[in-house]
């Protein structure tokens, strides 16, 4: 039976009024939430990207995939709030996150607390983003299946009230069989990997090309060699530990699907042109296409 989000947070049904500040979609009375049922009501997959002119690219293409007839502009529904950018496209957001977890979490969050007001049923919550490849070529699509932190370890570390707080760091496993069973077939290679999520994209990654370095080239290789041999790494991204654990937190289905860029088995700097970028990030899009597609049919 499809279910609403229950969240844990004990403190949210004492509050009045909830501002969802950063999206800038005001909740004025969290008692009856019936305008934002009505606008979100309908909502079952919340994809997020970090910029938000591929979220626009994403809802034009959902849209003509999904036959929504609608021939204007979409709208960015918080644009008011001038930090993230959300479409809507029937059933499917499609919300900007930024770079890194601290960002995303924030945007997360808020679309966590959407979703409840909203009375969403059994919404999935999707990444679709770029990534390092290790051990891959430019362009490989990666499903993340355990997300690992800076540490190589399979959790996500938090501070909270002064302690650090540690949860585990795993994306729903029939979500990750669905996208990984969607991207067979295609003139490009979609695999199922574990992922490294870092804080930074330069010493965070290993790269030796940041603004500052104390490693060499040799602890740099050697580094990435043990993501890929001990752990089953395949790409590097900023936001799966986080993302992974807060989803499973509140209990929601969530998934990471990320293409390749570069393999940092091979160099530091993304040297792809443009226009090849632009090709690499539309592989995802092909795959959450289909995956939403199932997903409808076997609930309409
Ligand atoms: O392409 P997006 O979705 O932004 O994701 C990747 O790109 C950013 C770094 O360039 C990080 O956020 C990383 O996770
Ligand atoms: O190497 C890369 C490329 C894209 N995004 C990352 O986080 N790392």
Known sequence: MAQSVELKNPHLNKMSQDYLYHLALNVPNTKDTRDIQKRFGDVKFICMGGTASRMLELALFLRELLGVKDNSEPEDLCRSGNRYAVYKVGPVLCASHGVGMSTFSVVLHELLKLVRYAKCQD????RIGTCGGVGVPPGTVVVTKEAYNGYLRNEHEIAILGEKVVRPANFTADVVKDLVACGLGDNFKTIEANTMATECFYEGQGRTDGAVCNY????????LR?????????NIEMEATMFSSLTNLCNVKAGDICVTLIDRLK????EISMETKSEYEHRPFIIVGRYIQKILASTT
């Not at 043990?226 to 395949?234: A, Y």
């Open 226 to 234: 043990k993501c890929h041999d001990e752990k089953g790494i395949r």
């Open 267 to 270: 160099g530091d700097q993304v």
């Open 123 to 126: 919404p999935v919550f999707l």
């Open 216 to 223: 060499s080239e040799e602890d740099k290789m050697q580094f």
